[in-house]
């Protein structure tokens, strides 16, 4: 593999945005995934290698986010890494000569504010390859429906923090399933379980944003 | 009305109140609806709450206001209102304490996360200063910095509290137990880093809240003593962690599993001890009893 596509990677799991950035610590004054992005392009590596080494370092990163051995801090700094490499890949994503692997509809659901864990899905999911369509905090399940009408084949992602809320995720999942039954659903946050996630409906739960990936990696593989 | 630091000198150990977010929605809040809005369009239920506190035997009781913050409030556009729904929230509480108990000011989390760049920080320590001096003018004893994860959030407020107030200030985080089987909160901060940031801006009562039951909060303040042997301890305990049964979320631990329990929390150096989501009256109550007998 290209060294640049190597450091590009390396850049992403450990959230090194530009030179300017002093975030890590270690990687002070060194180059980062914005500018290592461009020497790539202009080397006139595929944007296809690219997009990989980008996946690989959120994967990594989203994996030791898993063991705990990284904190949110870690992973919203990989995020905004992974944006910098992205925003070099847009025209290409625009053009069609990379394509995201499939859609992934999300957002938190009806009475419940809060957006940092469904934020942490959608920078993980997005820095994995998949176009995430994210509808925000206090989402109805009627706006939901519409998503999926209007993103065929797309999987749906549900957040939810209060135990109250917990209610209305049961019947977002029972009306997705009704109208849609193909659709895949996957659900998750503090008060969940997979036990939980089963008894509303749900096809799959996560503790963590990497578990969503998987999910979702296994279902494209299908 | 007598300080806090006074209070646990003359009883040693003290009885906080339990949940007020699951008790507003058994009244009937609404998912999607402003908690601290009932402060004023439904007094009478929030007072119901604190009132069953005091009654259950709690010595301090704390204020609905735990999303106060001018970024919270505003999702509802209610920002605005800040200073009104805080100073609403202590004196409802005041009301119910009366003089001979006490009211902690609850301050909550913003949502927002400073590294991010969403928001400046003069921007979040200018809203905990009127949330602090609107809870000192409705009438609160002292300030209680809560449910906390990141240190730079949780100083900002301490700062804010103590440079608007001269009342004292509590600061508790919320930590999860991670695969290894040590404590950080969802930004990695462990018990130890969370004792000496706080401690530098100056609290004089540090703690731990919500979490995932009893026992995670006996390991938790037995790491919190073993850095600290001197500074209070407040623990506001979750009854466990939720299950979803017959369409609906239910705590699991009892008010006897809590007090069964209590003893261990004791030695383990807490003094001020109380609950967090999913406790009510009977677990105070519970407490209550079982701290007099230990």
């Known amino acids: 593999m290209d060294e640049l596509v190597v450091r590009i990677s390396h850049c992403v799991e450990n959230g090194k945005i530009n030179k300017a950035s002093p975030y890590p610590n270690a990687m002070k004054g060194m180059e980062g995934a914005d500018e290592l992005t461009k020497q790539a392009l202009d080397a006139a590596i595929g944007p296809d290698a690219i997009l990989q080494a980008c996946n690989d370092g959120m994967q990594r990163i989203g994996e030791r986010f898993s063991r705990n051995e990284v904190f949110v801090p870690e992973l919203l700094m990989a ?136 999910f979702l990696d296994k279902i494209s593989a299908a | 009305m007598s300080s806090l630091l006074t209070a646990l000198k003359n009883k040693k150990i003290l009885v906080s109140d339990g949940a007020w977010g699951t008790f ?43 999303g106060g913050s001018p970024s919270k409030l505003e999702h509802y556009g209610l920002q605005d209102r800040t200073a009104e729904l805080n100073k609403t929230a202590a004196a409802i509480s005041r009301e119910a304490a009366g003089v001979d108990h006490l009211v ?69 985080f919320t930590f999860e137990k991670t695969v290894s089987g040590e404590y950080r909160t969802m930004m990695g901060v462990s018990p130890a880093e969370m004792v000496q940031a706080v401690k530098e801006v100056g609290v004089s009562i540090i703690g731990t809240n919500c979490g995932n039951g009893f026992d995670q909060m006996i390991d938790i303040v037995q790491e919190i003593r073993s850095i600290d042997p001197i500074t209070p301890i407040l623990v506001h305990a979750n009854a466990g962690k939720p299950v979803f049964q017959d369409g609906k979320a239910v705590f699991p631990e009892t008010p006897e599993k809590m007090a069964a329990k209590v003893g261990e929390l004791i030695k383990s150096g807490a003094n001020i001890i109380g609950g967090c989501c999913g406790t009510t009256p009977a677990h105070i109550q519970g407490l209550v009893h079982a701290i007099r007998v230990h």
């Open chain 1, 79 to 214: 995020a905004k890494a992974m944006h910098a490499v992205m925003a070099h890949l847009e025209p290409f994503f625009k053009s069609g000569t990379v394509k995201v692997k499939g859609k992934f509809v999300l957002g938190t659901v009806a009475g419940d504010l809060h957006d940092i864990g469904k934020n942490l899905v959608r920078m993980v999911v997005e820095g994995n390859g998949w176009e995430v369509i994210d509808l925000g905090v206090d989402v109805k399940s009627t706006k939901f429906l519409d998503a999926i009408k209007n993103t065929p084949g797309c999987i749906v992602g549900l957040s939810a923090l209060l135990t109250t809320t917990m209610v209305n995720m049961s019947k977002t999942v029972q009306e997705i399933k009704i109208q849609f039954p193909a659709t895949k659903v996957i659900v998750g946050g503090a008060p969940l379980t997979m036990d939980a996630a089963l008894k509303m409906g749900a096809d799959g739960y996560s503790h963590d944003p990497q578990g969503a990936v998987t």
């Open chain 2, 24 to 66: 507003l929605h058994q009244r009937g809040l609404q998912p999607g609806e402003c908690p601290e809005l009932w402060n004023i369009t439904h007094r009478d239920d929030v007072f119901a709450i604190a009132k069953s506190y005091i009654d259950a035997g709690a010595d301090i009781i704390l204020t609905n206001s735990f």
């Open chain 2, 104 to 172: 902690l000011g609850s301050i909550g989390p913003t949502g927002v996360i400073l590294m991010m760049g969403e928001v400046s920080e003069e921007a979040l320590y200018d809203g905990f200063c009127i949330q602090a001096e609107a809870l000192k003018k409705g009438g609160v004893d002292a300030l209680c910095i809560e449910t906390m994860s990141a240190v730079d959030e949780a100083c900002l407020a301490i700062r804010a509290a103590r440079e608007t107030t001269d009342l004292e200030v509590a600061c508790t």
